[in-house]
């Protein structure tokens, strides 16, 4: 999905791209997973994964000392490890490689600690517009 918006006081254009998992998670089984990546004025903004169930606790200090995940990804058939600054117990920051990584995708999979153990989100980002995505 694919929303426009505009700040009032700055005029600065937003475009806000959410792509829903394939999968719902075991602690919520009304809510899809979802990724939105935010451009503004036509520059990569940030990028967060929002699982809709309440996260682990941190497990790892960032470089300035703010709380982290470490969560494993797939990206077609390489898996890497990466450390997601955790936000308000919701949501965590994804970094600028692996959002790269998932506008040119096939598969791309996401497993991060529940409070009931791992939880793997499942996205079929092929049929994201990377045109559109780089139009914004």
């Not at 004025?41 to 470089?63: E, V």
Request: with cysteine; proline share 7%.
């Amino acid at each position: 999905m694919e929303f426009h918006s505009e700040e009032k006081m700055t005029g600065a254009k937003k475009v806000r791209f959410e792509i829903l998992s394939d999968n719902y998670l075991r602690e919520d089984p009304d809510y899809k997973p979802r990724i939105q990546m935010v451009c503004t004025n036509g520059k990569y903004t940030a990028a967060d994964f929002n699982p809709g169930i309440r996260l682990g606790p941190p497990n790892r200090p960032g470089f300035w000392g703010q709380p982290q995940m470490e969560v494993m990804v797939r990206v077609d058939d390489a898996h890497s490890y990466h450390g997601w600054n955790w936000i308000r117990n919701r949501f965590l920051s994804m970094d600028k490689g692996t959002t790269r990584a998932l506008i040119g995708a096939h598969i791309f999979k996401v497993q991060i600690r529940g409070r009931k153990g791992p939880e793997i989100a499942e996205f079929s980002p092929a049929g994201l517009a990377s045109a559109r995505v780089k139009n914004a």
